[in-house]
């Protein structure tokens, strides 16, 4: 009896930085997995906790709504994600395991925490190991590039200067597009326990002040390279496993 192709992990999505409920219903029948939003007031693509909660009502069952602080108030945050129902924290500013414990009231929410890894060669000093060892409560550990002010602003580091092997789930993001995803999973992949992609700047309308503002077509195109990424990997899976059979 022949046994059954093996499968490939697969790759969840995030959709972040949405204000509208356009590109919310869009990123949802494209087959995004997480829809993010900001709560960083000095970001351009801020909305309130209020904003927050009327767009994530309008998720399906199944999708999570992820809100994004930056060094924000234990109290500020407990209450927001008690405001949007099944909303997990994502924290990308200085703060510490403990302030991210205080700040979901230890085992009531869950929490992926940033970290913000060096452009260029820099990349290779980044200790990812003891990172995630120090967050190992975080249910994930996002991976953006190290830019002026907060988030990674369409840039991508070196992703191959990453360690061979982290004992986490890690969501990769920064400067992530439908033309340079498969290769992200490609790179990554074997590396941690699960990987997801977060995408922001990529999937937005093309010019200046349109950030916040989401292309359906390019969220379209994200979510296929992605599938196509994991049908790939799949078929090399396949390929591995029939090759060691037959040695």
């Known amino acids: 009896m022949t046994?059954?192709?093996?499968?490939?992990?697969?790759?969840?999505i995030k959709i972040c930085g949405l204000t509208r409920e356009a590109d919310v219903d869009a990123a949802v029948e494209a087959g995004a997995d997480a829809i993010g939003f900001v709560l960083y007031p000095k970001?351009?693509?801020?909305?309130s906790v209020e904003r927050a909660a009327e767009l994530a009502s309008r998720l399906p069952p199944f999708i999570t709504p992820v809100l994004l602080f930056v060094n924000a108030d234990a109290p500020e945050v407990l209450a927001s994600l008690a405001r949007v129902n099944g909303a997990i924290a994502?924290?990308?500013?200085?703060?510490?395991?403990?302030q991210c414990e205080e700040a979901t009231g230890p085992g009531r929410f869950r929490y992926m925490r940033a970290a913000r890894i060096p452009l260029g060669a820099a990349g290779a000093g980044f200790d990812l190991v003891k990172y995630a060892s120090d967050y190992?409560?975080?249910?994930?550990?996002?991976?953006?590039a190290h830019v002026e002010g907060y988030?990674?602003?369409?840039?991508?580091?070196d992703w191959s200067l990453l360690?061979?092997?982290?004992?986490?789930?890690?969501?990769?993001?920064?400067?992530?597009?439908?033309?340079n995803v498969s290769d992200g999973i490609r790179i990554l992949r074997t590396r941690c326990k699960t990987l997801s992609v977060d995408v922001s700047s990529g999937?937005?309308?093309?010019?200046?002040?349109?950030k916040g503002l989401k292309d359906a077509g390019k969220i379209r195109a994200f979510v296929a390279a992605v599938r196509a990424a994991d049908a790939a990997n799949t078929v090399k899976a396949s390929a591995a496993d029939?090759?060691?059979?037959?040695?």
Not at 3 to 12: K, M, N
Not at 163 to 179: E, F, I, M, N, Q
Request: glycine residues 12%; charged residues 15%.
């Open 3 to 12: 046994s059954p192709a093996p499968l490939a992990p697969r790759t969840r």
């Open 43 to 47: 970001s351009p693509r801020a909305v």
């Open 90 to 98: 994502q924290f990308h500013g200085e703060e510490t395991p403990e």
């Open 136 to 144: 190992s409560h975080a249910q994930a550990i996002l991976l953006d």
């Open 151 to 157: 988030g990674g602003g369409g840039k991508a580091f």
């Open 163 to 179: 360690p061979p092997a982290v004992d986490a789930h890690l969501v990769l993001s920064g400067g992530l597009t439908p033309a």
């Open 203 to 210: 999937v937005e309308i093309d010019g200046p002040g349109h």
């Open 242 to 247: 029939a090759s060691s059979f037959s040695s």
